[in-house]
């Protein structure tokens, strides 16, 4: 709808126009702020407002740069900016998410285990490593509810759920860019897909043991208090042996991984224009693949299948309107930071800069961490991937441990409160509806305050120094 707005009053010349970012004001932020703003507080200041209306909100601070920037600039230039965001970035994340989305829905583990603090850990580390497959968001409704049923006989199990949206929602999907949202904007901007692997693989394995570790030992502790577990008759779901249903799907998320790597890995060499903006074909072939894969798991999948995981579009609707909105604000956030220090936020640029003008990777860790912790993290990451300099070849090599830094901070430090990643507010919503009683804002925040926050130190000291 955005985009046709504008395109309806677009001259035919002039769009491929860019934005010079260092004739821009920090008030052209204002928009992309206000968005991120009101989807953080929100839905916690104003659920029954928010829920309803988050569509319109979304399309009015999008509109709050684009009408402004048609009048100052020429509608030709919205446009051209528009279709950028759109067509090399929304549209391939927003159909991916949907492709992960779809095909994780589609399978459903029914049956039950006695929750133990062996059996918890080995789900919470089963789940972490297919979150850097499935993506965290298809991870987390895989697993988090054969967990909650696992320990429907303990009296405490708000940790069990605190602990998964540290693993699966967030910190498992660090490998790989269909683990997390900000990785595969770093593919589609140009990082390779086996990139974050190799460059912080060390970083998420000692991140995940540690938190696994320390899960066991307080898991342990719960498990051996005096009537933690109920009587066999107060059970509410008794053992039962595991079965999956919806398998055929196994097969599409392959097919995803072989779609992603695909777009990667064959460079053709042929391009299409749209409004200035160059669209290549292994992208478009990708991107319809992934719509058909998406078909082929609702044709195929038992419709008991996505009933046990109470399947439904509302997330995907939900994403996709407030990322059509943050890919749109945020195009002049990106302006002024490519401006460095010729543009309105200099001073980012400054505090992340040594004055030797290298960059300061802790300062990266932790501004890139903060800022995700508790605005979405895939904006989070582009915002600074741009301030970083914005060039891929340049940061997968040269400045590859600032890159690392920006992707374990934006990736890890989304767990450090519900709004940092999509996933912990979807587990918090289920594991409530599940009769578990889960710690409040900031009843969370002491939770990753005093768990995540030393952890996240230690890594300062032992990864992001130089």
């Keep these: 709808m955005l985009l046709l707005l504008v395109l309806t009053v677009a001259p035919s010349s002039g769009l491929a126009a860019e934005l010079d970012g260092r004739t821009l004001s920090v008030l052209w932020a204002v928009p992309f702020a206000g968005l991120l703003l009101s989807i953080a507080l929100g839905p916690l200041l104003f659920p029954f407002k928010w829920h309803p209306h988050y569509g319109k909100i979304t399309l009015g601070w999008a509109l709050a740069f684009l009408l402004p920037c048609a009048a100052l600039f020429g509608a030709g230039t919205a ?23 779809t095909v994780a829905g589609g399978i459903c583990l029914r049956g039950n285990l006695h929750g133990t603090p062996a059996l918890n850990t080995a789900i919470l580390a089963l789940g972490t490593v297919l979150a850097s497959v499935m993506g965290t968001t298809g991870a987390s409704m895989l697993m988090i509810r054969p967990l909650i049923r696992a320990n ?35 593919f589609l901007k140009g990082v390779e897909f086996f990139w974050t692997l190799k460059h912080i693989f060390p970083e998420t394995l000692f991140l995940c043991v540690a938190l696994l570790a320390i899960f066991f030992a307080l898991d342990s502790w719960y498990f051996h208090k005096r009537e933690e577990v109920l009587p066999p008759n107060l059970d509410p779901t008794p053992d039962s042996a595991l079965r999956l249903e919806g398998k055929a799907n196994f097969l599409l998320l392959g097919a995803i991984v072989g779609l992603v790597l695909m777009s990667g890995l064959w460079k053709p060499g042929i391009a299409f224009h749209l409004l200035g903006t160059e669209v290549e074909l292994q992208n478009i072939v990708r991107d319809v693949a992934l719509l058909a894969v998406i078909g082929c798991s609702l044709a195929i999948t038992p419709r008991s299948a996505r009933e046990g995981n109470d399947f439904s579009w509302g997330p995907v609707a939900e994403v996709a309107k407030l990322f059509a909105g943050i890919f749109i604000t945020i195009v002049p956030v990106i302006a002024m930071l490519r401006a460095g220090t010729e543009g309105a936020f200099s001073a980012v640029i400054n505090a992340v800069t040594g004055p030797d003008g290298r960059p300061i990777d802790a300062m990266y860790f932790w501004a890139s961490g903060i800022l995700s912790s508790f605005l979405d993290n895939a904006p989070t990451y582009l915002v600074f991937f741009n301030t970083a300099g914005g060039d891929p070849k340049v940061l997968m090599t040269t400045m590859a441990s600032t890159l690392a830094a920006i992707s374990c901070g934006a990736v890890f430090m989304g767990a450090n409160s519900y709004i940092g990643n999509a996933p912990n507010l979807m587990v918090k919503s289920i594991a409530e509806e599940r009769g578990i009683r889960m710690p409040s804002f900031f009843g969370y925040m002491a939770w990753s305050g005093a768990v995540l926050i030393p952890l996240f130190l230690v890594m300062t000291l032992l990864f992001f120094r130089g």
């Design 79 to 101: 446009a051209a900016n528009v279709m950028h965001a759109f067509s090399a970035e929304f549209i391939p994340f927003i159909i991916l998410i949907a492709a992960l989305f």
């Design 152 to 186: 429907d006989n303990r009296k405490h199990a708000a940790h069990i759920v605190v602990f998964f949206i540290f693993l699966v929602s967030n910190a498992g999907g660090s490998l790989t860019p269909l683990g997390d949202p900000p990785l595969f904007l770093g």
